[in-house]
Nanobody
């Protein structure tokens, strides 16, 4: 069983920055695909960014240029650096790790962008 735990959420003003972290209970260098998602109230879960262990990175248009995904293999963590935050970025943010054939999800961390 792989444990996935998000941290770093909180309240931030519009235009501010926040860094989320996703801790995984196994060596992430062997995990092919990991990603960040978010879900706002009443909306479907939205894919934000993914990172593969060959270095391939994907960003959704909604966050391209503002969010940066990164892996830190030595710490078995994956981070999401968020900048230029907007009120519409308010959501619960989730990370996942695909260890074939299972997708492991964290419990989520709340991000609120408000003045």
């Amino acid at each position: 069983q792989v444990q996935v735990v998000e941290s770093g959420g909180g309240l931030v003003q519009p235009g501010g920055s926040l860094r989320l972290s996703c801790a995984v209970s196994q060596d992430i260098s062997s995990i092919f695909l990991m990603g960040w998602y978010r879900q706002a109230p009443g909306q479907q879960r939205e894919l934000l960014a993914t990172t593969q262990n060959d270095g391939t990175i994907y960003y959704a248009d909604s966050v391209k240029g503002r969010f940066t995904i990164s892996r830190e293999n030595a710490k078995n963590t994956m981070d999401l650096q968020m900048t230029s935050l907007k009120p519409e970025d308010t959501a619960v943010y989730y990370c996942n790790a695909v260890v074939v054939p299972t997708v492991y999800w964290g419990q989520g961390t709340q991000v609120t962008v408000s003045s």
